[in-house]
C-alpha cells in the first residue's frame, strides 16, 4: 500500500484522461433508447411487411378467380361461336332458305298467272282478267 492509503493497481495502470467507447456512446447518444428506437424501426417494418405481403396474396387470389371466370366465359362463347357457325352453314343451304321462307314467311312459288313480263318496246302493258264475260248471248 502506498502512503496515501489508497490500493495501488500494478498490472492495469488506467491512463489519467482515457474513457471506455461505450462510455462515450452511453453518454453521447443515450445508447438504450437508441437500441430501442432500432427495434421498434424494425418491428415494425415486420409488422409492415406482412401486411403488405398479406394484401398482396388476397389480391393474387381475387385475380385468379376472376381469371378462371373469364376462362370459363371464354369457354362458353366458343361453343356459342361454333354453334352459330353450323347454324350458319346449315341455313345457308339454298333448299333450307326456300323451306324457311314457306314455312316461316308465308312465301310460295309464283304461277304463270301471277307472273307479269314487261318488255321494254311494248308502251302499254295488257293484264288479263281471270274471268271472261260473254257478250250476245
Not at 417494418?45 to 371464354?74: F, P, R
Not at 314457306?102 to 321494254?120: C, F, R
Amino acid at each position: 500500500m502506498a502512503i496515501s492509503g489508497k490500493p495501488t493497481n500494478r498490472r492495469n495502470p488506467a491512463p489519467p484522461h482515457s474513457t471506455d467507447i461505450g462510455e462515450l456512446f452511453a453518454q453521447r447518444f443515450n445508447v438504450v433508447s437508441l437500441y430501442v428506437v432500432v427495434l421498434l424501426l424494425l418491428a415494425a417494418a415486420i409488422v409492415w411487411s406482412g401486411i403488405k405481403t398479406a394484401e398482396d396474396i388476397q389480391k393474387y387470389h381475387q385475380d385468379y378467380k376472376a381469371l378462371q371466370d373469364m376462362k370459363k366465359q371464354e369457354r362458353k362463347l366458343q361453343v356459342e361461336h361454333q354453334r352459330l357457325l353450323i347454324e350458319q352453314q346449315t341455313f345457308s343451304a339454298t333448299p333450307q332458305i326456300a323451306s324457311r321462307a314457306v314455312s316461316e314467311l308465308g312465301m310460295y312459288t309464283p304461277t304463270s298467272k301471277d307472273k307479269l313480263i314487261i318488255q321494254p318496246s311494248a308502251a302499254v302493258a295488257e293484264t288479263i282478267s281471270p274471268t271472261t264475260v260473254e257478250v250476245g248471248q
